[in-house]
C-alpha cells in the first residue's frame, strides 16, 4: 500500500546526515533513509504502519551505490524493512540501530536524541592508570540486562576498577551467545535491553567514574541473519580466510564503501552511546593491503568522535604484531594496547603445571615472569614451536601501559574445555601470588567478571542457532579443544559441556552473593587495586628491572620518579633460605631496610602469615607466596 506521504523520496538539503548509511531522524520532522546497495536497480523502504497496514516508497538512486530518501511521515519507533528490485522478501538494514524482534525482523527508527545525558562534564580515559573489567552482561547478573548490571556499578567503585570492557553487543540471532557472531553492528542486541537502556548504563558509569569501552567484530559476520550479500557480495572477499567465516573486503572492488561501513560504526558507538573506546577482536584476520591499514583508520575515528574526550582502542593480535600500537610518526596504527597471550600462557602453566597445546612454549618460571614484566611480550620474533614459525615483533620503546596482562578472560577460561576458573584447578597460595604479579606488574591488568570473588559459575562458550548450525556449532568446539590431549579423550570429550544447551548458559551466570560468601578473594583483589591505586611508585607504572634468584624465586624491583622504590618478591616453589645473595636488585636504599607492605601470606587472604626475613647471612623466602616491599629507615 502507498501513502502520498511517501509516494516521493524527498531529500532535504537544508539538513545533514550525521552518517553516511542508516535511519536517521530529521529535526524539522521526518526520516531520512540511506543504504548501500550497488547490487540493485530499485529500493523500497516498507514501514509497518498498525493496524496490519504497511506503507513503501522508492528510494532514490544516487552515485557510488547508495539509496536515500526522506519519509515525512516516519516517526522514531517505527518499524521498517527494505524491499530489493521488487523481491517478495523483506531484509533488515544494514545499519538498523535496533532490532528488537532479532535479526530476522524489521529494524526500528531510533532517534539518540531522546537520551538526556548527564556526563557533560566527563573526560574519557586514557589507557595509563587503567584497571580493566571484561563482563558478559548476558551471563552477569541472572537477568542478564543492562538495567540488571547497572545496579552493581558501585561495586566496580569499591573494587577499584576503573574501566569496563563490554563483550560484543552487536545483534545475533538466537537467546543467547557470546556475541562474537553478529550480523547487526550498529544494532544493540535487544536481549539485553534497548538501545536507552545501554546508555543509560554508561551514563550511570560515567557519573561513578568508570569508563566503558565495547568490544567489536570487524573479521567477519556470523552465520544466521546476515543479510549483507544481499546488498553486495562485496561485502566480503574470498582473497583471505578466517576460522570463522568469510573476512570482509578492505582492499578489493567496492571496498571503498565497506571500510566507511565499518569506520562509521567505530565512531557510531562512540558518538551515540559515549563509549570511551573499543577492543578490536583478532585483528590478524583484519585484512588490508592498502596504503593506509583500515585499523590505522578505525583508531583515528575514534579519536576524532570522541570530540575532546579521551579514548582509548585495544586490539587482540595473536602474532603480537607491535606496529599495532606503534605511533601512526613511527609507521604504526596509532592503537593504545595489545592483549598479552604471553603473561597468561607462562602464568597458566605455572598455576595448572601443564603446557599442552598453544600452552608448549612456555615454562611459567621466574625468568618468564622478569622478562614479561620488563619488555611485556615473550616473543619478539623467537622460534616458536607450536605454529613452526617465529612469533612477535619488538617491544623496546613501548610503554608497559600499552601491553593488557590477564590470566583469565572468556577465551581462555572456556579453552579449559569444563570452563573451570583458574582458583578452582590450582593451589590457593599459588593463585594470590599470581594475583599480586598480575596486579602489581606496570603492564595494564585485565579482570574476568567474578574472578575477583573466586567465582564458582565457569564460562564455556554457548550459542543459539538452528538444529543444523547447532550440529556444526557442537563439531567445531570439540574439534578446537582436540588440541589438547587432556581433553581428546573419550571419557573427557563426553564431559565437554553441550555449547548449545541453554542449561550450559544458564550455569555460566555469576552468583554475585559470592562477593561475601568469597570474602578473602575479593578483599585480596581490592587490597592489591588499591596499593596499585595509591602506591606513587606502583602507580607510575614505569621504570622496572627484574633478577632471577634461582627458577621458581624472582623479584621485581620499581624505580619512582623520586627516588622512591619498591620490591616485588615471588617464589612459585618451596620454602627457600637464599645465601648467598649476589643479586643488586636486593639491596635497599643507603641508610633503609626492607619492610613488608603487603603480604599474599596474610591471613585474611587465607594466607599462613609467613613473611620474608632478611638476615646477615641469607634471605628467607615462604614458598608460593607474593610480598611487596618498601624501604623504610630503622
Not at 538539503?13 to 536497480?41: L, N
Request: glycine content about 10%.
Amino acid at each position: 500500500m502507498l501513502d502520498s506521504a511517501f509516494s516521493e523520496p524527498e531529500i532535504l538539503t537544508s539538513v545533514k546526515r550525521r552518517f553516511p548509511v542508516g535511519a536517521e531522524v530529521w529535526p524539522t520532522g521526518g526520516v531520512h533513509f540511506r543504504v548501500w546497495a550497488p547490487s540493485c536497480s530499485r529500493v523500497e523502504v516498507v514501514l509497518e504502519k498498525p493496524p496490519d497496514a504497511n506503507f513503501s516508497f522508492e528510494l532514490e538512486k544516487e552515485s557510488d551505490g547508495y539509496f536515500g530518501g526522506t519519509a515525512t511521515a516516519a516517526r522514531a519507533g517505527d518499524l521498517y524493512r527494505f524491499r530489493l528490485d521488487g523481491g517478495d522478501v523483506l531484509i533488515s538494514d544494514p545499519a538498523s540501530r535496533f532490532q528488537p524482534q532479532g535479526p530476522l525482523g524489521p529494524s526500528m527508527i531510533i532517534d539518540p536524541k531522546l537520551f538526556s545525558w548527564n556526563d557533560t562534564q566527563w573526560g574519557g580515559v586514557p589507557i595509563e592508570g587503567q584497571v580493566f573489567y571484561e563482563m558478559h552482561i548476558g551471563t552477569f547478573t541472572p537477568a542478564g540486562t543492562w538495567e540488571a548490571a547497572a545496579e552493581h556499578l558501585s561495586g566496580f567503585k569499591e573494587l577499584g576498577v576503573t574501566v569496563l570492557e563490554i563483550m560484543p553487543v552487536h545483534d545475533f540471532c538466537g537467546r543467547y551467545g557470546w556475541g562474537y557472531d553478529g550480523v547487526d553492528f550498529f544494532a544493540p542486541t535487544r536481549l539485553y535491553g534497548t538501545p536507552e537502556d545501554l546508555r543509560a548504563f554508561v551514563d550511570q558509569s560515567h557519573a561513578l567514574g568508570l569508563g566503558v569501552i565495547l568490544d567489536v567484530v570487524y573479521n567477519h559476520a556470523g552465520p544466521a541473519g546476515n543479510y549483507l550479500k544481499s546488498f553486495c557480495q562485496n561485502y566480503f572477499t574470498d582473497r583471505y580466510s578466517t576460522d570463522w567465516g568469510e573476512p570482509f573486503n578492505f582492499d578489493g572492488a567496492q571496498s571503498q564503501a565497506v571500510r566507511e561501513f565499518f569506520i562509521t560504526n567505530a565512531g557510531y558507538w562512540i558518538e551515540e552511546f559515549h563509549m570511551d573506546g573499543l577492543r578490536l577482536d583478532a585483528t590478524q584476520n583484519i585484512y588490508d593491503e592498502t596504503e593506509k591499514h583500515i585499523l590505522a583508520e578505525i583508531a583515528e575515528r575514534v579519536r576524532v568522535a570522541g570530540a575532546g574526550r579521551r579514548t582509548i582502542v585495544i586490539a587482540e593480535n595473536e602474532p603480537q604484531n607491535t606496529t599495532l600500537i606503534r605511533s601512526v610518526g613511527e609507521g604504526g596504527y596509532g592503537i593504545d594496547a595489545l592483549w598479552n597471550d604471553d603473561f597468561h600462557h607462562s602464568a597458566v602453566v605455572a598455576l595448572t603445571g601443564h603446557n599442552e597445546a598453544y600452552f608448549t612454549d612456555y615454562r611459567g618460571n621466574g625468568r618468564e615472569f622478569v622478562a614479561a614484566a620488563k619488555w611485556g611480550f615473550l616473543y619478539r620474533g623467537q622460534p616458536y614451536s607450536w605454529q613452526r614459525q617465529r612469533r612477535g615483533s619488538p617491544t623496546r620503546g613501548i610503554k608497559p601501559a600499552s601491553f593488557i596482562n590477564y590470566i583469565e578472560n572468556h577465551d581462555q577460561v572456556a579453552n579449559l574445555g569444563m570452563g573451570h576458573r583458574l582458583h578452582q584447578v590450582t593451589h590457593p597460595a599459588m593463585y594470590r601470588a599470581m594475583t599480586a604479579l598480575l596486579l602489581l606488574s606496570p603492564q595494564t591488568p585485565l579482570l574476568f567478571q567474578g574472578q575477583e570473588f573466586a567465582a564458582t559459575a565457569p564460562f564455556v562458550f554457548f550459542a543459539d542457532h538452528t538444529p543444523e548450525l547447532n550440529a556444526k556449532v557442537k563439531e567445531g568446539r570439540l574439534e578446537f579443544l582436540s588440541q589438547f590431549p587432556s581433553l581428546s579423550c573419550e571419557h573427557m570429550r563426553a564431559r565437554i559441556p553441550d555449547p548449545t544447551d541453554e542449561k550450559v548458559f544458564n550455569s555460566c551466570r555469576l552468583d554475585l552473593s559470592e562477593r561475601e560468601v568469597h570474602r578473602e578473594a575479593y578483599e585480596l583483589h581490592r587490597d592489591l587495586l588499591r596499593l596499585r591505586r595509591e602506591d606513587a611508585v606502583f602507580k607510575a607504572q614505569g621504570n622496572i628491572d627484574g633478577a632471577t634468584l634461582d627458577d621458581e624465586i624472582f623479584v621485581l624491583r620499581f624505580f619512582g620518579d623520586d627516588g622512591d622504590e619498591r620490591l616485588l618478591f615471588a617464589n612459585l616453589g618451596v620454602d627457600k633460605h637464599l645465601s648467598p645473595v649476589p643479586e643488586p636488585l636486593l639491596a635497599p636504599p643507603p641508610g633503609a631496610e626492607w619492610r613488608v607492605v603487603w603480604s599474599s601470606e596474610d591471613p585474611r587472604y587465607g594466607g599462613g602469615g609467613a613473611l620474608p626475613v632478611e638476615t646477615v647471612e641469607s634471605w628467607f623466602i615462604p614458598g608460593k607466596s607474593a610480598f611487596a616491599l618498601a624501604p623504610k629507615i630503622p
